[in-house]
């Protein structure tokens, strides 16, 4: 091995996580994503990905970390290394594996609209001239911008998703866009949702909604992946996926 591929090779190895030695998972997350990732109000982080994470860290028998991070700027983070992993409710679509790798499914939620009770609102062409929120960088506002604003809809992206509910509460907007557990249980189950229901076909579409929710990791740490993948498998054959799951759901968000 000549110097300039042995200093490569020590240089990648430098530059990614050393599973062998691990003692500590860094998860990046942006916290606004209820029943999945929120804050109490005690400012302590909850969530049915918070339990799946620290199990996950049980299994490996390391700590784990948690990072809060904006979820538009949640993958550069990731790539400058200021945490390991994201765990934070991230759907696998074909344009973020171009830039970063995932762990097996951690569960697959569909997407769907959000308006008040009875909106009209059901069909591309009645959203023509309406106000749609999403959260910035999510898949929801990728598949909203692809089918929905070249037809005249108007596409509101905000920094995370409690502004969304904000300014649909407050009629600033015609609807939302999102995680259809998410919206249920941090919405439409609490007081404040009562004159709101969803509106509309379950939303399927590969290209921009993806396969289902994951762990993002850097290409680059394989090894990380591998062992995250395996305590997957572990939780889910052991009961302790389960277990989490009747916490937060009374379905299986695995399929």
Same mark, same amino acid.
């Given at each position: 091995m000549n110097k300039l591929v042995l200093a490569v090779t020590l240089g990648l190895a430098l530059g990614s996580v050393n599973a062998k030695e691990l003692t500590v998972i860094r998860f990046g997350l942006d916290p606004s994503y209820a029943p999945f990732e929120s804050k109490s109000p005690d400012g302590k982080l909850v969530g049915f990905d918070i339990d799946i994470g620290n199990a996950i860290c049980d299994k490996l028998k390391v700590r784990c970390e948690w990072v809060e991070n904006a979820w538009d700027g949640i993958i550069p983070a990731l790539k400058a290394k200021k945490f390991d992993a994201i765990l934070s409710s991230m759907s696998v679509t074909e344009k973020r594996q171009q830039q970063i790798a995932f762990s097996d499914k951690v569960y697959h939620t569909p997407s769907r609209l959000v308006a008040r009770k009875n909106a009209p609102l059901t069909s591309v062409e009645s959203l023509k001239g309406k106000r749609i929120?999403? +959260? @910035?960088?999510?898949? @929801? +506002?990728?598949? $909203?911008? @692809?089918?929905? +604003?070249?037809?005249?809809?108007?596409?509101?992206?905000?920094?995370?998703?409690?502004l969304v509910y904000q300014d649909l509460l407050s009629g600033r907007l015609d609807a939302a866009l999102q995680d259809s557990v998410q919206a249920d249980m941090s919405l439409l189950k609490t007081p404040r949702?009562?004159?709101?229901?969803?509106?509309?076909?379950?939303?399927?579409?590969?290209?921009?909604?993806?396969?289902? $929710?994951?762990?993002?990791?850097?290409k680059e740490d394989q090894e990380l992946r591998q062992r995250i993948n395996q305590a997957i498998t572990d939780i889910r054959q052991d009961g302790t996926y389960q277990k989490i799951q009747r916490k937060y759901f009374s379905f299986d968000v695995y399929n």
């Open positions: 929120g999403v +959260e @910035q960088g999510s898949t @929801q +506002e990728a598949y $909203a911008k @692809q089918y929905w +604003e070249p037809n005249g809809v108007t596409v509101v992206s905000y920094q995370n998703q409690d949702g009562r004159d709101y229901a969803f509106i509309g076909p379950v939303l399927h579409d590969a290209k921009t909604l993806g396969v289902g $929710a994951a762990i993002g990791l850097r």
